[in-house]
């Protein structure tokens, strides 16, 4: 039997390993191709998980957020293009959406002025920039609805057959 770690940084993949009350040893016949050795190396930092070991490890330790925190802050591809998403309740996802869809609103009749002509001219950038701004706070909160959505459904409280 594995003791309990004692670590006091712990990273991700081993909170969400310790989440479930598995042992590494517990966690390798669980995940069947990552040895405990191979989690042990993963979680003191000795080694970076592949790709496809993050998502053995989101799927068996049911936390999607894994695959976020992997893309966006090891894989150097995903550093540049993936942002971090933070887990956040449901109503707050759902005001912070309502909050930027109605700001988004307000300026619709400008983003069509500003690129009617398929050009936005100097005196027009400061305008499409907020608006750029509200879309990429849609943008990411649509990916923050989407991970709760996995989450949920990865714990059981959502069923994935009813999502369509």
Known sequence: MGRKSIKENKNIFQTSREALGLTREAAADLLEFISADRIEKIESEKSLPHPEEVLAMAAGYKNPSLCNHYCS???????EYVPEIKVKDLSQITVEMMVSLNNLNKQRDRLMEITVDGEISEDE????RNIQSELEKISHTIDSLKLWIDNSVATGKLDKSLLG
């Open 73 to 79: 802050q090891v894989c150097p591809i995903g550093q």
């Open 125 to 128: 950038m400061a305008d499409f």
